[in-house]
T-cell receptor, first 117, second 109 residues
């Protein structure tokens, strides 16, 4: 199956700093990627859809100036958490769709655990 | 995309079949039923998907009712490594996939 690589897997930062998370499709191209956030013991919440060559589409209630998304190439999307605060501490996961012989599937990165002190 | 309803948690004895139900009564005609699972602190893993017919792969079987309003994921011989949160969702290619609350499956030795 296709592979989505997400980096870093864990980051600890001070309040007020910005953190960039990278999501790469390793063996396929992705014009669209999705970013999710997950708090402990909760489900994944879709934050935004990243579109190659155009602006990201944000879900209701997600601040686009807080969570900057850049999809500069067909294999890379980045999420930057700007001026991070403790309430931004969460597990962030990206995904990308890939058409397989058995149909289209979403492949997920391994996630980034962000801890803001 | 379809709203889904799943039991919050289930237990299953190791070696037995685990049957996980999902209600998706609002699924649209072109949406497939997808199942993913998430092992603690990892990204979700694809399990299986189907449209109308029952499907089977090396991981699981998927039984979809004729009216497509519900489905059941079957893990035929559950192992301890199958302990995870299982999510069902309606999905149609390249569109966003949203997750419900999922079922926390615990395999008991």
């Amino acid at each position: 199956g296709a592979v989505v690589s997400q980096h870093p897997s864990r980051v600890i930062c001070k309040s007020g700093t910005s953190v960039k998370i990278e999501c790469r499709s390793l063996d396929f191209q992705a014009t669209t990627m999705f970013w999710y956030r997950q708090f402990p013991k909760q489900s994944l919440m879709l934050m935004a859809t990243s579109n190659e060559g155009s602006k990201a589409t944000y879900e209701q209630g997600v601040e686009k100036d807080k969570f900057l998304i850049n999809h500069a190439s067909l294999t890379l999307s980045t999420l930057t958490v700007t001026s991070a605060h403790p309430e931004d501490s969460s597990f962030y996961i990206c995904s990308a769709p890939s058409l397989q012989a058995s149909g289209e599937k979403l492949f997920f990165g391994s996630g980034t655990q962000l801890s803001v002190l | 995309d379809a709203k889904t309803t799943q039991p919050t948690s289930m237990d299953c004895a190791e070696g037995r079949a685990a049957n996980l139900p999902c209600n998706h009564s609002t699924i649209s005609g072109n949406e497939y039923v997808y199942w993913y699972r998430q092992i603690h602190s990892q990204g979700p893993q694809y399990i299986i998907h189907g449209l109308k017919n029952n499907e089977t792969n090396e991981m699981a079987s998927l039984i979809i009712t004729e009216d497509r309003k519900s489905s059941t994921l079957i893990l035929p011989h559950a192992t301890l490594r199958d302990t995870a949160v299982y999510y069902c969702s309606g999905y149609f290619g390249n569109e966003k996939l949203t997750f419900g609350t999922g079922t926390r499956l615990t395999i008991i030795p």
